[in-house]
T-cell receptor, first 112, second 115 residues
Framework: KQEVTQIPAALSVPEGENLVLNCSFT??????LQWFRQDPGKGLTSLLL?????REQTSGRLNASLDKSSGRSTLYIAASQPGDSATYLC???????????FGTGTRLQVTL | EPEVTQTPSHQVTQMGQEVILRCVPI?????FYWYRQILGQKVEFLVS????????KSEIFDDQFSVERPDGSNFTLKIRSTKLEDSAMYFC?????????????FGSGTRLTVV
């Protein structure tokens, strides 16, 4: 059974700092991994999608990497801003069942 | 950019009542899903739907739950007799393909409160 873990559970950084969020999964036979952002009480906004054949994806100040063999992904946020404050979720798709398995999330607060 | 639309955004219902949560997936998507998130917990898979039938369902998706695509645009989740523990945020999602080459698109959710 696929298990997805995210570390740290919460993170507070000053504005302008670069930061890394971690995601690990137990079953490396994944099709892809998706990073989402969730604002309090709101929906899930897709940030980046990495297919199993890819090593990384970039969008603006965000960079996600994937090491499938070791069961790890990182989300790198450059030059953090207060507007980046949210919960970041990673989710993996194994394809054996047509569903995503989510991690517990990292709650990020960027302070002025 | 195309969106998945969910209504209502918040619903309060009495225990034992039936509720229907509504979703309009992206028009050219073929695969539809419901997920839920109990406050403070992980987002959990409920059910996937393709070609007018359920593809997969989780242990959570018992006989109290049902899904339907009554017309070409809507996708609904019905809970027949709500329990307190059904209180959660319910997310609808859709995708173009089973392999998720383009990922999922989620709606903004319906917050269900059972009192």
């Amino acid at each position: 059974k696929q298990e997805v873990t995210q570390i740290p559970a919460a993170l507070s950084v000053p504005e302008g700092e670069n930061l890394v969020l971690n995601c690990s999964f137990t079953d490396s036979a994944i099709y892809n991994l998706q990073w989402f952002r969730q604002d309090p009480g709101k929906g899930l906004t897709s940030l980046l999608l990495i297919q199993s054949s890819q090593r990384e994806q970039t969008s603006g100040r965000l960079n996600a990497s994937l090491d499938k063999s070791s069961g790890r992904s990182t989300l790198y946020i450059a030059a953090s801003q207060p507007g980046d404050s949210a919960t970041y979720l990673c989710a993996v798709y194994t394809g054996t069942a047509s569903k995503l398995t989510f991690g517990t999330g990292t709650r990020l607060q960027v302070t002025l | 950019e195309p969106e998945v639309t969910q209504t209502p955004s918040h619903q309060v219902t009495q225990m034992g009542q039936e509720v229907i949560l509504r979703c309009v997936p992206i028009s050219n998507h073929l695969y539809f899903y419901w997920y839920r998130q109990i406050l403070g917990q992980k987002v959990e898979f409920l059910v996937s739907f393709y070609n007018n039938e359920i593809s997969e369902k989780s242990e959570i998706f018992d006989d109290q739950f049902s899904v339907e695509r009554p017309d070409g645009s809507n996708f609904t989740l019905k809970i027949r007799s709500t329990k307190l523990e059904d209180s959660a945020m319910y997310f609808c999602a859709s995708s173009t393909d089973r392999e998720l080459l383009y990922g999922y698109t989620f709606g903004s959710g319906t917050r269900l409160t059972v009192v």
